[in-house]
T-cell receptor, first 115, second 114 residues
Framework: GESVGLHLPTLSVQEGDNSIINCAYS??????FIWYKQESGKGPQFIIDIRSNMDKRQGQRVTVLLNKTVKHLSLQIAATQPGDSAVYFC??????????????FGKGTHLIIQP | DADVTQTPRNRITKTGKRIMLECSQTKGHDRMYWYRQDPGLGLRLIYYSFDVKDINKGEISDGYSVSRQAQAKFSLSLESAIPNQTALYFCATSDPRGRTDTQYFGPGTRLTVL
């Protein structure tokens, strides 16, 4: 089954508000996490990543928080804009033998921006 | 990402037909991956390759095969397509020498098996 999942399939926010998208993972061996954004008709696009030795990482208008105690990951988008409308996926990577296998993805959250 | 291209972008085929999906990249990455995406299931790994001599099965490899013809090319084949292989297929690449294991995705191929 899925080792990475999202709490809400759809999130609707007002333009200008902050968005928080959540993700739970079950494999404590995971040491690298990525958030992807997928717009309609396109492939997933990298947003931000975080390694397990960090609790927080900030990018441009986005912040990822990692709580290893409860195996929870979140993506915060500040001042949400219409262009932020997309499906957001969290993904985890488990290092094995020093290599990197394919990512394990959550099911995705559809972020809808209300005008 | 224009650095990772997939052909065809859309394909409709019939049950039992052999289908090949192609992926090319100009990123110079050694690692390439094939995923399928189904509604409500996210992306699932089919096969991955760390270099031209390395092929590994992913989570859902049954019914699929791959060929790594060169560093830049990674093809996915359905030997005898069946309707439940109708899905969106994505190729991705990554560079193990980079700071991260970030994977870069192509635009996808929408495959319909009738």
């Amino acid at each position: 089954g899925e080792s990475v999942g999202l709490h809400l399939p759809t999130l609707s926010v007002q333009e200008g508000d902050n968005s928080i998208i959540n993700c739970a993972y079950s494999n404590s061996a995971s040491d690298y996490f990525i958030w992807y954004k997928q717009e309609s008709g396109k492939g997933p696009q990298f947003i931000i990543d975080i390694r397990s030795n960090m609790d927080k990482r900030q990018g441009q208008r986005v912040t990822v928080l990692l709580n290893k105690t409860v195996k929870h990951l979140s993506l915060q988008i500040a001042a949400t804009q219409p262009g932020d409308s997309a499906v957001y996926f969290c993904a985890e990577n488990i290092k094995s033998g020093g290599g990197a296998d394919g990512l394990t993805f959550g099911k995705g959250t559809h972020l809808i921006i209300q005008p | 990402d224009a650095d990772v291209t997939q052909t065809p972008r859309n394909r409709i085929t019939k049950t039992g037909k052999r289908i090949m999906l192609e992926c090319s990249q100009t990123k110079g990455h050694d690692r390439m991956y094939w995923y399928r995406q189904d509604p409500g299931l996210g992306l699932r790994l089919i096969y991955y390759s760390f270099d031209v001599k390395d092929i590994n099965k992913g989570e859902i490899s049954d019914g699929y095969s791959v060929s790594r013809q060169a560093q830049a090319k990674f093809s996915l084949s359905l030997e005898s397509a069946i309707p439940n292989q109708t899905a969106l297929y994505f190729c991705a690449t990554s560079d193990p020498r980079g700071r991260t294991d970030t994977q870069y995705f192509g635009p996808g191929t929408r495959l319909t098996v009738l």
